[in-house]
């Protein structure tokens, strides 16, 4: 999970390269690199760290050149340090790489019996050095890449130079992510239509196993085989804008404040007063649904998350039985298929290599049918999927998600009303869950107000190395969610429990130096986590708890603080709570200063295993 992009064109490409790389950072930030190739030399830039750490040592030094590769790490094999950075150069070679080459320990040592020296841990520089190799017999670069990567197991995009084919690159992928640029007299590879809103919106998203050559003056794909092959051209919807960070401090601070508007998107067109409108799952998908019986929901980290959600959701209002799993356990295990099951993948890239994984396994399990709830139209789980609802929440840029999760519990509250509908949920019932999701993007709105009281609270976190978070029922996996954001972002290692489990066992960490989060809608379940948060009191625990305006909560009982918050109603209550503990995440990271949109050690796209 690198991010990529290459040029050929006419004019110098290094700062294009460059520009392209920032748009990939979320991808990946360990290190970063860039190769250009001018009159048959190749000149090359590697730094440890982000792209403006390179970017720095190209200016100081800058090359010509109109021929380039450029690539953004996270690091698999080897450390982060220049040795290992991307671009990798071997005899001839200089190549760019995304992915896992899983065959590359025998490669190498059959590559060193030949003489090949090797200067880095990566399994890159091998696949450099066995294209170099192919180079010999009269091969060209785009023959001499095909039957390099006919002999590769595991996956790869990459983007390779010759210094004996000047004008040309030539890129491959298989399991990760590449797509072709159109320009005018230009042309371009990238990891994604991002990093390249720059120069083009004309896009070729590549297949699997196809290898490409661009040239200034066109580019041309071919299968494994070596055959042309077609692909369409589509008309990226990106602009420079949704990019941008503008008045916000973070991309993530501007994401969360994006989400009413986010949210409003997901809904739009999709449901009336009168509820969710026919067809919204793109063709056949009214048919398919109306013969399932139950659902598999399969994802990762915070998506994970809003599947978990949804599993509340459909038992209740639905009354269809969900199971919910992370992708990397899906993957692996045997599971039990009971027929009219629907599976569902949720994940905001499209890319992530263990949902995408799990999916394509669920085609061997004999399911209903698959549907894909993503925020990147063209990803590889949007393509590969029966159905899909896509979440446009527009570009999320922080490595944190935030409005990616709140427009998939948009997305996935759409299908529970539809399938509620459809097995029958009371008429009147059906009305206000409709009534409440229109209601969203306002009450997100309001629930925004809350910032300078989240501000305040989140001082007391500056120098706390430890947190709980609590919730009951679908209230949950928000505490879950509020606990990855603040251990992802703030480095302060958190737990989420559902409150009834608390005297089970996580009860003996409360004390003084315990801070206890809870999340406390109004209903049913109140009273229960009344009693639960007396529990903490008791141990002398300092318990914050986000209450819907409409919970009695004893705000002078607590030692700690009781902010209230419009929660808009029992149906979208877990999409609003979720907002102060965004917010409360994001201040606290703020304050102990740490990367929030590139956190340490993370990437946002994984699309490793
Ligand atoms: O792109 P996906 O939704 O498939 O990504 C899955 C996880 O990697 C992701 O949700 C991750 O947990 C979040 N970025 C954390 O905030």
Request: negative net charge.
């Amino acid at each position: 999970m690198c991010g990529i992009v290459a040029a050929a064109a006419q004019r110098d490409v290094a700062p294009l390269l460059i520009a392209g790389l920032k748009a990939l950072e979320y991808r990946g930030y360990d290190s970063a690199g860039l190769a250009v190739l001018e009159g048959g030399e190749v000149h090359r830039v590697r730094a440890k760290g982000k792209v403006r750490e390179m970017e720095s040592l190209y200016l100081s030094n800058p090359f010509p050149g109109g021929t380039g590769i450029a690539h953004t790490r996270w690091a698999t094999h080897g450390v982060p340090n220049e040795a290992n950075a991307h671009p990798h150069m071997i005899g001839r070679i200089t190549l760019v790489h995304n992915g896992i080459i899983e065959n590359y320990a025998p490669l190498r040592a059959q590559l060193q019996a030949k003489g090949y020296h090797f200067t880095s841990e990566t399994d890159t520089e091998v696949m450099a050095a066995l294209i170099d190799q192919n180079l010999s017999g009269g091969r060209g670069l785009r023959e001499a890449v095909l039957a390099t990567v006919r002999d590769l197991e595991g996956a790869y995009a990459i983007a390779v130079i010759s210094s004996e084919e000047p004008g040309r690159v030539v890129g491959a992928r298989r399991g990760a992510p590449l797509l072709v640029g159109l320009g005018i007299g230009e042309n371009f590879l990238g990891s994604d239509a991002q990093a390249l809103v720059q120069v083009t919106n004309r896009i070729i998203y590549l297949e699997d196993d196809d290898v490409v050559e661009i040239t200034r003056e066109g580019a041309q794909i071919y299968t494994l085989d070596g055959k042309p092959a077609h692909r369409g051209v589509h008309e990226s919807e990106l602009s420079a804008d949704a990019v941008e960070r503008g008045e916000y401090r973070h991309y993530m601070q501007k994401e969360i404040f994006e989400q009413p508007h986010a949210v409003a998107n997901t809904l739009e067109t999709r449901i009336s007063a009168a509820g969710v409108l026919p067809n919204i799952f793109g063709a056949g998908g009214d048919e398919l649904l109306a013969k399932v019986k139950g659902v598999h929901i399969v994802a990762c980290g915070t998506s994970y998350h809003a599947g978990m959600v949804a599993k509340y959701w459909l038992e209740d209002y639905a009354r269809l039985p969900v199971n919910v799993e992370v992708a990397s356990e899906y993957r692996y295990r045997e599971t039990v298929v009971p027929p009219g099951t629907l599976f569902i993948a949720i994940s905001q890239s499209g890319e992530t290599a263990d949902t995408l994984a799990a999916m394509r396994e669920s085609r061997r399990r004999g399911y209903l049918g698959t549907l894909a709830i993503c925020n990147v139209p063209e990803s590889s789980v949007t393509r590969e999927a029966d159905l899909k609802l896509m979440t446009h929440a527009g570009p999320e840029i922080g490595v944190a998600s935030t409005k990616a999760f709140t427009t998939q519990l948009a997305a996935l509250a759409l299908l529970t009303l539809h399938l509620a509908k459809q097995q029958g949920l009371d008429e009147e019932r059906y009305r206000d869950l409709t009534e409440q999701l229109l209601r969203l993007p306002r009450t997100l709105e309001e629930a925004l107000k809350l910032e300078p009281q989240v501000i305040e609270l989140a001082e007391r976190f500056v120098h706390r190395h430890h947190a709980l978070f609590l919730g009951r029922g679908e209230h949950y996996p928000v505490a879950l969610e509020g606990s990855l954001k603040l251990k992802e972002i703030s480095y302060i290692h958190a737990e989420a429990y559902p409150a009834g489990e608390l005297k089970h066992g996580p009860l003996a960490l409360v004390d003084e130096d315990m801070p206890v989060i809870a999340v406390a809608p109004n209903g049913p379940l109140l009273d229960k986590l009344k009693s639960n948060l007396q529990e903490v009191r008791a141990r002398g625990g300092e318990l914050i708890v986000f209450a819907d305006t409409n919970a009695h909560i004893d705000g002078n009982a607590t030692r700690g603080a009781v902010l209230r918050i419009d929660a808009g109603g029992d149906f979208i209550s877990p999409v609003v709570l979720t907002i102060p503990l965004q917010l409360l995440a994001y201040h606290v990271a703020v304050l102990r200063g740490t990367d929030v949109d590139q956190p340490r050690n993370l990437a946002k796209s994984v699309t490793v295993e």
